[in-house]
Structures are given as structure tokens and as C-alpha cells.
T-cell receptor, first 116, second 112 residues
Framework: AQSVAQPEDQVNVAEGNPLTVKCTYS??????LFWYVQYPNRGLQFLLK??????LVKGSYGFEAEFNKSQTSFHLKKPSALVSDSALYFC??????????????FGTGTSLTVIP | DAGVIQSPRHEVTEMGQEVTLRCKPI?????LFWYRQTMMRGLELLIY??????IDDSGMPEDRFSAKMPNASFSTLKIQPSEPRDSAVYFC????WGNGYTFGSGTRLTVV
């Protein structure tokens, strides 16, 4: 089975501090992993992805994520949070060899609030 | 490319009326997905198509919901009859095999 968990519904961080949004996944083979961001009244936007290669992936707006196979995690990080980073963040996973086509499995989302 | 285009952006309708949501995927993408988002249930996959063929509709709530993809550039999601509990934001997304999704801006449906 393919699934992803975002253990925190809400993350609060002070502006300028580092932020982490957690994601763990479950697939039977190798994962394709994505992070999306959703601003109020908008659709989900692509942030970054891991398919293969370097475990540290850099994406849009200064975000990065580290693929950790042993811990089956793909946590989203940013060294210095901005108020404008406040949004809803979704992690998504798919098994590289999928029997469900290109269907990705999304987490329940983590609401990030950056406090000025 | 203009991205995934959904229409209308907002729809307010009375209970019992038919509602049709529309989606134009990115040209060349071979997968199309319909999602529903609510505060209570989060993001739910309703149905997805591959090369215009419905692959998995197990997420469609009930027979009142139907989706079609008559060609590679157009899809509809229809609710007939609509009910207040159908109120949500409905997203369409498209992708290529092995790639992530591009989402549309969504249709906010309110059934009164």
C-alpha cells in the first residue's frame, strides 16, 4: 500500500527562525516524493520533488527537503521563515513502480503560520 | 501554456439543481484528476483518467456524481441533484506519467 503521513496539523514558527514540516511515507518500492503549497483561495502549487539522486532537494522560495530512506521521511525545511510562507503544505508520494498509474497519495496537510 | 483551467471559479446553486464543473488540462498531459477539498475531510480524490479513460472512480461519493472526459482537452464533473453537503472546492489536476500534478485554481461550489 502507498500512503503518506503528516503528523502535525499545525506548525507555528517565528519569522526568521528555521522551519520544518514533517512527512513520512510508505511504499513497497522506491518513492517519488513531492511537496505542494496552497495559499488561501488558491490551488496547490508545486514546491519540490525527489525522484532519484541527491537526497537533499532544493525547491522554490528557498525551501528544501531531505529524503531519508532509512526513516522513510521527506521533511520540508527552510533556514529562515517569512510571514509570506504561511500556507497549507501537502506532502505526496507514489511508488516508482506503481500499479495505480500516476496516482499520488497526499497527506492531510500541515498549516504553517509564521509569526511576525 | 496557461496551465490547468477550471470554470467557473465560483458557483452558487440551489439544492436539487444540476451543477457542471469544467476542466481543461495542460496540453499533452495524459492524466487528469478530480479532487474535492473541505475543512472536514481535507483533499479527496474523486476520480482520475488516463488517456481519456476513467481508471479509478472509487472516490466518487455516490451516483449523483459523474465525470466524463470526451477528449484530451476537456473534462466535466457533474452533480445531479446537488445537495448542501456537496459544498466544497473542487480541483482538477493534470500530469504526465512519472511527474507531479499541475492543479487548477479550483471551483468553489456552494449549494444552498
Amino acid at each position: 500500500a502507498q500512503s503518506v503521513a503528516q503528523p502535525e496539523d499545525q506548525v507555528n514558527v517565528a519569522e526568521g527562525n528555521p522551519l520544518t514540516v514533517k512527512c513520512t511515507y510508505s511504499v513497497s518500492g522506491n518513492p517519488y516524493l513531492f511537496w505542494y503549497v496552497q495559499y488561501p483561495n488558491r490551488g496547490l502549487q508545486f514546491l519540490l520533488k525527489y525522484i532519484t539522486g541527491d537526497n537533499l532537494v532544493k525547491g522554490s522560495y528557498g525551501f528544501e527537503a531531505e529524503f531519508n530512506k532509512s526513516q522513510t521521511s521527506f521533511h520540508l525545511k527552510k533556514p529562515s521563515a517569512l510571514v509570506s510562507d504561511s500556507a497549507l503544505y501537502f506532502c505526496a508520494v507514489r511508488d516508482a513502480v506503481s500499479n495505480t498509474g500516476n496516482q499520488f497519495y497526499f497527506g492531510t496537510g500541515t498549516s504553517l503560520t509564521v509569526i511576525p | 501554456d496557461a496551465g490547468v483551467i477550471q470554470s467557473p471559479r465560483h458557483e452558487v446553486t440551489e439544492m436539487g439543481q444540476e451543477v457542471t464543473l469544467r476542466c481543461k488540462p495542460i496540453s499533452g498531459h495524459d492524466y487528469l484528476f478530480w479532487y474535492r477539498q473541505t475543512m472536514m475531510r481535507g483533499l479527496e480524490l474523486l476520480i482520475y483518467f488516463n488517456n481519456n479513460v476513467p481508471i479509478d472512480d472509487s472516490g466518487m461519493p455516490e451516483d449523483r456524481f459523474s465525470a466524463k472526459m470526451p477528449n484530451a482537452s476537456f473534462s466535466t464533473l457533474k452533480i445531479q441533484p446537488s445537495e448542501p453537503r456537496d459544498s466544497a472546492v473542487y480541483f482538477c489536476a493534470s500530469s504526465l506519467w512519472g511527474n507531479g500534478y499541475t492543479f487548477g485554481s479550483g471551483t468553489r461550489l456552494t449549494v444552498v
